[in-house]
């Protein structure tokens, strides 16, 4: 949303320039925002939430499941001349969109300056982040055609003399930066020489932005990896809140577990669980351990007439070591009393994760509602909350919320 | 705490598209094609118009070029036209101005009483007419004199052996007839139109050795107006 102030004029397809007139003022927040995941490998589509302050009060009017887009993200440059253009059902049309996507190619984690600038030397040739790889089944869900692999060689075979010669400098904070097509974001973390650092593949950087199409509602105003609209969607939680913005977060996703540290409202820890798969892979573990079906995993996770402990021990061994460690961390690094643990992104299970914490660590590991510190509007039902995690997060990110 | 600071946005400032279905990318293109049209119109239109200015200004110019012989002599015509008329208007003038004494004095031998012997009748003469303009002027003399109005005095001088005769003289020139001569006004003090200047016994005796008594009458002339 531009304020009255700010012109911004579109020359050609890509290319817009920003006419502030002299008297202008600062630039305007945005206040309604629908945010969206692209390729979360949800069944039901893509999650989307409408997001909108009223009042002083930040309110819910829209969340569900949204049709994907025709056709696939891009894998190369050549791709992107086959552009879809994807509107979304009525009542998510805000004036913008805050594009949360799950891409094989997307970098995402903390990093020091050096690395990042190394990652942007290596550009496209970097390998893609592991976390981020989808299985085989996700593939054809996320619509991609090829392996990453099969595009690269050509790439790899680039003679010495192509590479750049001049070293790249580490983006301002908050500014997309280009460079050797790939797209990169940075923040800085709140003490250490560290950076959180996002980057994606410039062409589909480029599709993604004109994925929505102009002249009608919503347009991109931001485009986010999962992991970091993940990482955002805790601003409105009422423990985030009250702790001052200084606690650590855990993430549950289908293929994986992050922790989040924060720290007076930055970053100040994003780290994946190594070894450890997401909720599938302990739905699996109880499915396989405990002999049930598949439509009475959710029953055995949340109800207690069947002991699961059996099949999440092992399960959740790793994570709640991985979790005594980022506690740690974030004590000795940022002072950051961790007594309290955000768990965020469980479907079912949540309880058998608490009492396991606070036998093994003595912690108190919250399960939380993700629409928490929301006011929905009338007629907004939700069913699945934990899907919309991304969505909520990437909106709330590009609202860019002070809490 | 801001929500800024975990904000990661990779699409560029100028990526972003406006949701507004008015499109300046379309609207910019075709509002400036208008403008320039209308500047074109607009100028074509005042180019259009100096040019059938200019050609008539052109032809105007030819036809009083064309023209210029016979409106230098119409002019002139017309000047002479003006003098003339002028000259026919001062003429009107003086006719107008004309004294008719004739015919009272013709009459003045009718009536003049047995007892009275004139010895003189008189007009005065009129001032020298000043024809030059006005100072600081310039143009040729004036046609005619600077008033309009002049008058005259009619002086009768005579003897007689008393002046019951003068007085019926006198009354007899008050009376119809005699207008153009002893005009209309007259001394208040004695009701007569004539003064008299002197009434006195002559210097010479007559033959009979009888004195005569002399005397003098003067009647302001009605007035000498140059007007039509």
Request: net charge neutral; hydrophobic share 40%.
């Amino acid at each position: 949303m531009l304020n009255a102030f700010e012109v911004k004029v579109q020359l050609t397809k890509d290319r817009t320039i920003d006419v502030s007139l002299p008297f202008g003022g600062k630039k305007g927040r945005k206040t309604d925002v629908t945010g969206v995941e692209l390729y979360s490998l949800e069944p039901d589509g893509c999650p989307a939430v409408r997001v909108y302050q009223k009042r002083g009060e930040w309110r819910v009017g829209a969340a569900g499941f949204v049709p994907s887009p025709a056709g696939a993200m891009p894998e190369c440059w050549d791709d992107i001349a086959k552009q879809p253009s994807w509107e979304l059902p009525r009542q998510f049309q805000a004036p913008g969109a805050a594009i949360a996507v799950n891409s094989p190619d997307a970098l995402f984690g903390q990093a020091s300056p050096d690395a990042i600038v190394q990652e942007m030397i290596a550009g496209l040739r970097a390998p893609a982040a592991s976390h981020s790889a989808p299985s085989d089944a996700g593939k054809k869900r996320l619509g991609i055609k090829r392996a990453p692999s099969a595009a690269k060689p050509t790439e790899e075979k680039k003679p010495a003399q192509s590479q750049p010669s001049k070293r790249p400098e580490l983006p301002p904070e908050g500014v997309p930066v280009s460079e050797n097509g790939r797209r990169f974001a940075v923040r800085p973390f709140a003490e250490d020489d560290l950076r959180l650092a996002a980057s994606l593949p410039e062409y589909q950087a480029l599709w993604l932005g004109r994925l929505l199409p102009e002249g009608k509602r919503p347009t991109a105003v931001s485009i986010q990896l999962a992991e970091s609209a993940l990482m955002a969607s805790v601003m409105m939680q009422p423990a985030y809140r009250d702790s001052g913005g200084s606690i650590l977060a855990v993430f549950v996703r289908r293929d994986a577990v992050f922790f989040a540290g924060y720290k007076l409202g930055r970053p100040a820890l994003w780290r994946r669980c190594p070894g450890v798969g997401g909720y599938e892979a302990m739905r699996a573990a109880v499915k396989k351990t405990l002999g049930v079906e598949e439509e009475l995993v959710d029953s055995v996770l949340d109800d207690s007439l069947v002991d699961p402990r059996p099949a999440l021990e092992p399960f959740l061994h790793p994570v709640l070591e991985q979790m005594e460690l980022a506690r740690a961390y974030l004590e000795s690094r940022h002072s950051i009393n961790s007594e309290r643990v955000l768990l965020l992104g469980l479907p079912s299970g949540a309880g058998q994760w608490s009492r396991f914490a606070e036998e093994s660590l003595k912690i108190k590991v919250e399960p939380a509602d993700p629409f928490a510190g929301f006011a929905l509007d009338k007629g907004v039902e939700i069913a699945r909350p934990q899907a919309f995690l991304p969505a909520i997060g990437a909106a709330l990110a590009a609202m860019e919320v002070e809490s | 705490m801001t929500g800024a600071a975990l904000h990661l946005n990779l699409l560029k400032d100028s990526e972003h598209r406006s949701s507004s279905p008015v499109r300046l990318r379309v609207m910019m293109p075709l509002l400036a094609m208008l403008a320039t049209i209308g500047a074109l119109v607009w100028w074509g239109t005042n180019l259009t118009q100096l040019v059938i200015v200019k050609t008539q200004a052109d032809s105007l110019d030819a036809d009083i070029k064309s023209k210029s012989r016979e409106h230098a002599e119409a002019i002139r015509q017309q000047g002479e036209v003006r003098e003339t008329q002028l000259g026919l208007d001062q003429l009107e003038f003086y006719r107008t101005g004309v004294r008719h004494i004739a015919e009272p004095l013709a009459k003045l031998a009718e009536v003049m009483p047995i007892k009275v012997q004139l010895t003189g009748l008189s007009v005065s003469r009129l001032p020298p007419q000043n024809l030059a303009r006005p100072k600081g002027v310039k143009g040729p003399p004036l046609w005619g004199p600077p008033t309009n109005v002049e008058t005259q005095k009619f002086v009768v001088a005579g003897r007689t052996t008393k002046a019951p005769p003068l007085s019926a003289l006198m009354e007899s020139l008050d009376g119809p007839g005699f207008e153009g001569l002893a005009g209309t006004a007259g001394d208040p003090a004695t009701g007569r139109k004539g003064t008299v200047v002197s009434f006195r016994q002559d210097s010479a005796p007559a033959k009979d050795g009888s004195r005569l008594l002399t005397f003098e009458v003067e009647y302001i002339m009605p007035e000498r107006r140059f007007a039509k």
